[in-house]
């Protein structure tokens, strides 16, 4: 589907060649002073005939996929189609109302179509409305299908049946005697397993998106409004192409060793035809940068057979390739036409300050057999085996990128064949298809055939499979060089600019080419962004360039290595030192500072969209802050208030929520808890020469001592959090980070970086608080006021008890052991709550002797047990039990001791009013959901049993 996809826009390619400026001014000449009168064509019909031979459908999927035949789907459309001796089926469409008017015409044995209500296959779906015409039974048709087509009905007429929609007058003769079937029909008979006809309308709709997802059935999809956008804009880009033509005929047949294709395509000019005709056959000798001459390049390969003729606005053309050629052929179609159709803009220099970041220059494969030679080094200088742990049925070994093949360079697999342990004993392995694969990744986890409590890696037995495309030629250009062409026997090559830190160049010729940028130092600038293909290759990158190199690739070439891969794990040092097998890293995320005033200006805007429904978002002012929210939403829903939740990360410069799965809600009223990082310092320090300290400074003037020591980087300070902290070479590149330890002496403390190699820069980020605001607010809508006041006065309530719980959890967190069996005790022990909060706890009336209140209308308290993940009841029993004697208001009470926050009983809110929700709270997590009476257990995972979940820090 993808080919014939592809070659049915190359047709609409052919009929742009027509407008260049490509003819002599003879022959431009002679044209215009000749008249020829086009052949009118019928256009009331069906504007597209597709045609498939079904018996060479099933032959082509049968021999190009040999368990097509054990495939059980497969098995019973084949046996169906055999039974009704099913030859051929054409897909019509015509114009309709909005989406196309689909029909379908199959062609089959007389007698087999006869009493299909009746048929054993069709009886089910079929009802008989009158002699030969059928309705489909509705409850057997999905919504969506409904929705999008409509009803359809199935009329017989002689050897053919007619999938039309309902009411239809479509007939047999009308769909045969229509333009688009008769062109198709006639390509179709010199035995091609697809023909394909499209008429022009006079007047063109290119605007998919409008009409398409319009519909219920389709909009809201996001893969259809993608597929619709990427065709406007390739109707977009062929518009004056396409209305210059009648219409187009494809046809195809897939041969056992060769593809053939013919194509006819009638002008409605005659001398675009001639011009587009010239095009096409003229001299392609000469390399040259325009569009024309990629068409004339793309098709001058010798394994492209291709003949055309042209009379009165009529081009044939017609092509074959052996099978064996297919992914050459049509990778060299695919990129000319996305070369042309999703052209992109030329990029633009900076302005300003510009970013520089460099990555390794990546070595130049050009000699295979040398390759085969170094590859083994190469693999092994990339290996770096974890150390084994014990007790585990594999060992993992990570991968640093290997130098002419990476992740994203020449493809390369790998096939485990033997492990041995120190000693040289032979490790069973598990079967291969467990220790093989088609991609090589940052990692490869060797399986063992059994676990293993003790093993001391020794060596690893690999054969490597790779497919590598040679370096066959260079090019160099220099910054003011704009407009040069270097040309050679396998191509030529020409720099329309290199600005700063934008560069364009223009190839022609090869498939595959690289171009590498380099600064004056003569380092390898990172690409930035890449856009456009080889014919047209544009991108910014990293720093300003000052020369650039393109390498040209020539034809993959299989390779086949089988090495030993020392598995001895390597580990840093201790002390600073030179590493001299280095290890890039990832880059952290920075972001923005945002105080609590900004907080305090967000408004939640309610967006409407006829297709994705409702979206609530916040604009953040262009800035990504680190900030969470937790939004608490309530909406109507078949006139009963629903309780909504959910979390969201600041992205884009803004926080949002698509309410895509709540259309049938109505959201009128929420509260959204911020917790934002404030007081941010972005810091970036080069590392001095001789390894000395640095101070600075953060905004809150907290000093920071900062020391470089080869891989260490040592920092002295005040406790405090840094965040996305990134080391760099002198290249700059990341360098992966191993661990870190600290000392802490008098709220000072001393913490070393430990990094896989020399770190010559540093960039972090602290921040003075992390600060918590709940905004309220209200969206319009048409919901009962009285049932917005009782639902606010609701939600703040809520809000009021998720501050009390935050208060407990924390005074309990507070204590490194905590005793006592309920919560009265963080109050008649150090105070560390309130004598309000402890006194609504049943637990610990008697133990302290008060009478039990509620607080705000909740009795705060400690669950009995939970229903683990297994949804069985399990008491919270302290693991460890210890027994402490306290004295409290002169009182001796012995109380139990809970060691660790994970065995700790969730703390809990009953309600006095059970028309409100119980709430409970587990180690970081808060749910709440209302029910009919004090519940003793609660669930482990709250949020698979309908409980609405707010995570907190």
Not at 116 to 145: C, G, M
Not at 171 to 185: E, F, I, N, P, R
Not at 457 to 462: D, H, M, N, P, Q
Not at 929 to 937: A, F, G, I, P, R
Request: glycine letters at 6%.
């Amino acid at each position: 589907m993808k080919k014939i996809i592809l070659l049915l826009v190359l047709s609409l390619v052919f009929s742009s060649c027509g407008e260049k400026d490509n003819v002599t001014k003879e022959k431009q000449g002679s044209t215009a002073e000749t008249v020829v009168q086009i052949p009118e064509i019928d256009k009331s019909g069906p504007f597209l005939a597709a045609k498939l031979s079904i018996t060479q459908a099933i032959e082509t999927m049968t021999r190009e996929n040999p368990k097509a035949e054990s495939d059980e789907s497969f098995k019973m459309a084949k046996s169906a189609i055999e039974n009704f001796q099913a030859s051929e089926v054409t897909l019509f469409l015509s114009s309709g109302e909005a989406l196309p008017q689909a029909s379908l015409l199959i062609k089959a044995n007389k007698e087999k179509l006869q009493n299909l209500d009746q048929h054993p296959l069709l009886r089910a779906v079929l009802i008989k409305t009158e002699e030969n015409l059928y309705s489909f039974k509705e409850e057997l048709i999905p919504k969506e299908a409904k929705d999008s087509l409509g009803p359809y009905q199935l009329k017989i007429e002689n050897d053919y049946a007619l999938l039309i929609p309902k009411g239809s007058q479509l007939t047999l003769s009308a769909l045969q005697g229509s333009s688009a079937y008769m062109k198709a029909d006639v390509l179709f008979q010199k035995n091609n397993s697809i023909s394909l006809t499209c008429i022009i309308p006079d007047e063109l709709n290119f605007n998919l998106s409008d009409i398409i997802l319009k519909n219920e059935a389709i909009g809201g999809n996001r893969m259809a409004e993608q597929i619709c956008k990427v065709f406007d804009g390739l109707l977009d880009q062929f518009k004056d192409s396409v209305e210059k033509i009648d219409y187009f005929t494809l046809a195809v047949n897939m041969a056992p060793e060769n593809i053939q294709l013919e194509l006819e395509q009638q002008f409605r000019d005659n001398s675009v035809g001639l011009n587009t005709h010239a095009a096409l056959t003229g001299d392609s000798q000469e390399m040259d940068f325009d569009f024309v001459s990629d068409i004339k390049g793309v098709l001058a390969t010798d394994k492209l057979q291709k003949d055309f003729s042209y009379k009165t606005g009529l081009l044939k053309g017609s092509f074959s390739w052996k099978k064996e050629d297919s992914q050459s052929v049509l990778r060299n179609l695919g990129g000319l036409i996305m070369g042309s159709v999703f052209n992109v803009p030329d990029p633009v220099a900076s302005i300003g300050e510009i970013e520089v970041a460099y990555e390794t220059d990546t070595p130049e494969i050009s000699d295979i057999a040398q390759i085969k030679k170094d590859l083994p080094k190469l693999l092994q200088n990339a290996a770096f085996p974890d150390k084994f742990h014990g007790s585990s049925e594999q060992l993992t070994v990570h991968f640093e990128e290997i130098p002419g093949f990476g992740f994203r360079g020449n493809s390369l697999k790998y096939e485990l064949l033997e492990l041995t342990d120190k000693s040289g004993t032979v490790i069973p392995l598990k079967a291969k298809e467990k220790n093989s694969s088609d991609t090589f990744q940052s990692f490869i986890w060797i399986k063992f055939a059994e676990t293993l409590k003790e093993f001391e890696a020794g060596k690893l037995k690999i054969k490597l499979i790779s497919e590598v495309a040679p370096v066959i030629e260079k090019f160099e250009f220099k910054k003011g060089e704009n407009d040069k062409v270097i040309k050679s026997k396998n191509a030529a090559v020409k720099l329309a600019y290199i600005d700063r830190d934008a560069v364009k160049i223009l190839v022609k010729g090869p498939d595959k080419v690289k171009v590498v940028a380099y600064d004056k130092a003569g380092k390898v600038l990172k690409k930035k962004s890449v856009n456009g293909f080889s014919q047209n290759t544009k991108a910014k990158y990293m720093g300003e360039v000052e020369r650039i190199k393109i390498l040209v690739f020539g034809e993959k070439q299989n390779i086949e290595v089988v090495t030993m891969l020392d598995l001895s794990p390597i580990e840093l040092a201790k002390e600073p030192s030179d590493v001299k097998r280095t290890r890039k890293g990832y880059k952290g995320t920075f972001y923005d500072d945002f105080s609590l005033s900004e907080l305090k200006k967000l408004k939640v805007i309610k967006e409407e969209d006829p297709r994705r429904g409702t979206r609530l978002f916040i604009d953040l002012n262009k800035k990504s802050p680190s900030l969470n929210a937790e939004w608490n939403l309530f909406a109507m829903k078949d006139n009963k208030v629903e309780n909504l939740t959910t979390s969201s990360n600041a992205y884009n410069g803004e926080m949002s929520w698509s309410m895509r799965k709540y259309k049938d809600h109505n959201p009128f009223t929420g509260a959204i808890t911020f917790k934002v990082k404030t007081g941010v310092d972005l810091f970036e320090l080069t590392a001095p020469k001789g390894g000395t300290s640095t101070s600075i400074r953060t905004k809150a003037g907290i000093e920071m001592k900062v020391k470089f020591d080869k891989n260490h980087v040592i920092i002295t300070a005040p406790n405090m959090r840094r965040d996305n902290f990134t080391a760099y070479d002198l290249n700059g590149t990341i360098l992966k980070f191993d661990t870190q330890r600290s000392e802490n002496k008098k709220n000072v403390s001393t913490t070393t970086y430990v990094y896989w190699g020399t770190v010559a820069k540093i960039k972090f980020q602290t921040s003075t608080e992390e600060v918590e605001h709940t905004l309220f607010f209200d969206l319009a809508s048409d919901v009962d006021p009285k049932i917005i006041k009782k639902t606010k006065e609701g939600l703040a309530l809520h809000t009021k008890l998720l501050d009390t719980l935050k208060i407990i959890r924390s005074a309990r967190n507070a204590h490194p052991v905590s005793y006592g069996d309920n919560l009265s005790f963080l109050h008649y022990s150090n105070q560390s709550i309130s004598k309000a909060i402890a006194d609504s706890d049943p637990l610990g009336a008697v133990s302290y002797g008060y009478t039990l209140t509620p607080f705000n209308g909740y009795k705060f308290t400690l669950a009995e047990g939970k229903i683990n993940y297994s949804k069985k009841k399990e008491a919270f029993a302290n693991k460890y039990p210890r027994k402490k004697k306290l004295t409290i208001n002169g009182k001796e009470i012995e109380v139990n001791a809970y060691s660790g926050s994970y065995s700790l009983p969730y703390i809990v809110a009953y309600p006095v009013d059970k028309t409100q929700a119980t709430y409970f709270m587990t180690g970081n997590e808060i749910f709440w959901k209302v029910t009919s009476e004090d519940l003793s257990y609660f669930p482990q995972n709250g949020r698979d049993d309908g409980w609405n979940r707010l995570y907190i820090k």
